[in-house]
T-cell receptor, first 113, second 116 residues
Framework: AQSVTQLGSHVSVSEGALVLLRCNYS??????LFWYVQYPNQGLQLLLK??????LVKGINGFEAEFKKSETSFHLTKPSAHMSDAAEYFC???????????FGQGTILTVHP | EAGVTQFPSHSVIEKGQTVTLRCDPI?????LYWYRRVMGKEIKFLLH????????ESGMPNNRFLAERTGGTYSTLKVQPAELEDSGVYFC??????????????FGPGTRLLVL
């Protein structure tokens, strides 16, 4: 069985500040991990994914995430927040050969001027 | 290249009625997934098609939900009869046929279903 926990349903940062969105996972098999973003009235868009290659994964729009097996974590970071980063972010895990995703609860990111 | 499309974008129906949601995946994507997000909850897997075959339907809530994928192209998800707890956003996603579990799933914008 797999599960994902995203700490903090709402995160608020100032423009230019560090963004840190937390994700912890549980998986009985080596996981594949994903971060998706959903902007208002749009579908989910892939930010980045970990597929057992490099543990530090760089994604689109300046985001990156580090896979830490010992901590079962895959936190998402961005050095400097932009107003356009305001959206809902989802962490997800897949550990089967058929790609069924298990999602966390989502984190709404608000960016203040 | 066109993305995943879903129709309708919104649907408001009364309890007991029938609703059919449609998903058109990215051309060439053999894998098609349905997910649902009930308000305040996480996005949950419903089922997975590989071409026209149901690979995994372990997430389907009950027998009021029927999914089909005609000819391995578009898919429909029918809810009959709809209940209040069926309200939520229904997402469709598709992916390349690698079967590895690491492939990217491309999501549609979702159908927002409200059952009154």
């Amino acid at each position: 069985a797999q599960s994902v926990t995203q700490l903090g349903s709402h995160v608020s940062v100032s423009e230019g500040a560090l963004v840190l969105l937390r994700c912890n996972y549980s998986s009985s098999v080596p996981p594949y991990l994903f971060w998706y973003v959903q902007y208002p009235n749009q579908g989910l868009q892939l930010l980045l994914k970990y597929t057992s290659a490099a543990t530090l994964v760089k994604g689109i729009n300046g985001f990156e995430a580090e896979f830490k097996k010992s901590e079962t974590s895959f936190h998402l970071t961005k050095p400097s927040a932009h107003m356009s980063d305001a959206a809902e972010y989802f962490c997800a895990v897949s550990g089967t050969s058929y790609g069924k995703l298990t999602f966390g609860q989502g984190t709404i990111l608000t960016v203040h001027p | 290249e066109a993305g995943v499309t879903q129709f309708p974008s919104h649907s408001v129906i009364e309890k007991g009625q029938t609703v059919t949601l449609r998903c058109d995946p990215i051309s060439g994507h053999d894998n098609l997934y349905w997910y649902r997000r009930v308000m305040g909850k996480e996005i949950k897997f419903l089922l997975h098609f590989v071409k026209e075959s149901k690979q995994d339907e372990s997430g389907m809530p009950n027998n009021r939900f029927l999914a089909e994928r005609t000819g391995g192209t578009y898919s429909t998800l029918k809810v009959q009869p709809a209940e209040l707890e069926d309200s939520g956003v229904y997402f469709c996603a598709s992916s390349d046929p690698t079967g590895s579990g690491k492939e990217t799933q491309y999501f549609g914008p979702g159908t927002r279903l409200l059952v009154l």
